[in-house]
């Protein structure tokens, strides 16, 4: 496909999705925020998307968002890390993420707060500026134990609910760190609806304690309504921004 008929492709489908976020967000002060998750697509896509106005890209493997951070530098894209993380990529996700949606046990923040501290020294013995803090999101796992998964489903991963404070206050303690808010997927076979509002009243138990954590992370390309509906600040779209996922070699 040539650069020209790939672009219309992009263009098209953001309209699709952009006139979906509108509809649902009817009647809200302000419409969430659009992340594009472009995951298993080149960099070239990236551009394409950044030039139709997009600025908020997403990545969850650290090799591959490394390496289009670096690719498209300068171009004042905010990129976005919402992949599980292993804490021996912190130092390397600290690099190019704006932020991290996916902060899910102490061990991590500690981890970030190292990688952080090693990156600022890198930063200044190379007489660059310093970089802004971290903003990092609590990844919550929504599932419910007292209710069936549907057959063959798996836990999305992230904290417990009751784990949210703790780790919010640790974000707070660690320099270079900031809380920023809440992540979550829907449970597999649950019903979104039910999710997101549960994860509505985390997050509002959440700014009792951190005001300044209020992003909520939260709907994909087939939940994004139901996202919107329940307050998500931040909804996360891939496939039906850049079609379906090339195959992996």
């Known amino acids: 496909m040539s650069t020209n008929a790939r672009k219309a492709e992009l263009s098209a489908n953001l309209e699709r999705v952009r006139e979906r976020i509108t509809r649902a967000a009817a009647g809200r002060a302000a419409e969430p925020e659009l992340i594009v ?4 697509f080149p960099a070239s896509d990236v ?10 890209v997403g990545e969850n493997r650290d090799q591959e968002a490394a390496a289009k951070a670096a690719e ?3 171009r004042g894209l905010r990129w976005h890390f919402i992949g599980q993380l292993q804490t021996n990529k912190a130092k390397s996700v600290v690099q190019y993420a704006d932020l991290l949606h996916s902060v899910d046990r102490p061990q991590l923040v500690q981890a970030l707060r190292k990688a952080m501290a090693a990156e600022q020294e890198r930063r200044q013995a ?3 500026e310093p970089r802004a803090a971290l903003g990092c999101l609590i990844q919550v796992d929504l599932d419910e134990p007292d209710l069936p998964k549907a057959a063959g489903t798996a836990a999305r991963g992230g904290a417990r609910p009751g784990e949210i404070l703790a780790l919010a206050d640790a974000l707070q303690e660690a320099e270079g760190l900031t809380p920023a808010g809440l992540m979550a997927v829907a449970p597999l076979g649950a019903d979104p609806a039910r999710a997101f509002g549960r994860l509505a009243e985390l997050s509002h138990r959440l700014r009792e304690e951190h005001p300044g954590a ?4 939260a709907g994909m390309s087939q939940d994004l309504e139901a996202a919107v509906a329940a307050g998500a600040t931040h909804l ?4 039906d921004v850049l079609g379906p996922r090339p195959a992996v070699r």
């Open 236 to 239: 996360r779209v891939g496939s």
């Open 37 to 40: 998750v472009t995951k298993f």
């Open 47 to 56: 551009a394409l998307l950044h030039e139709l106005g997009v600025t908020d």
């Open 72 to 74: 498209l530098s300068g």
């Open 126 to 128: 190379a007489g660059l």
């Open 214 to 217: 209020g992003m909520v992370s």
